[in-house]
């Protein structure tokens, strides 16, 4: 089972930047960062293929976000800018099934860290 573990999370202004990282055990052939805020259902904000392919981000946060990885450090990265009070969550990062494809859907996804929490003040 791959193991997940999210960092960098904290609080942060209106119009700041905060960069979260997460350590893996292993890659799965996708990556991604979902975020939930409490009452509501986890969603995908980004999502790549492991080294190299197409890459997701939601609407929400298109332009201001951007995932990488860093492949022989075993780290994926979310650098956030523009940061907004709704992207305040708590944000979790994700590992792909086995077998299937990458996206912003829940489906692709079998695995998640214990995440971090992120908190932006108007």
């Known amino acids: 089972q791959v193991q997940l573990q999210e960092s960098g999370g904290g609080s942060v202004q209106n119009g700041g930047s905060l960069r979260l990282s997460c350590t893996v055990s292993?890659?799965?052939?996708?990556m991604g960062w979902f975020r939930q805020v409490p009452g509501n259902q986890r969603e995908a904000v980004a999502a790549s293929f492991v080294g190299g392919g197409e890459i997701y981000y939601s609407d929400s946060v298109k332009g201001r976000f951007t995932i990488s990885q860093d492949v022989s450090k075993k780290t994926l990265f979310l650098q956030m800018h523009r940061m907004k009070p709704e992207d305040t969550g708590r944000y979790y990062c994700?590992?792909?099934?086995?077998?299937?494809?990458?996206?912003?859907?829940?489906?692709?996804?079998?695995?998640y860290g214990p995440g971090t929490q992120v908190t932006v003040s108007s």
């Open positions: 292993y890659w799965r052939n996708c």
């Open positions: 994700a590992a792909s099934r086995v077998t299937g494809g990458c996206g912003l859907e829940s489906r692709y996804f079998g695995v």
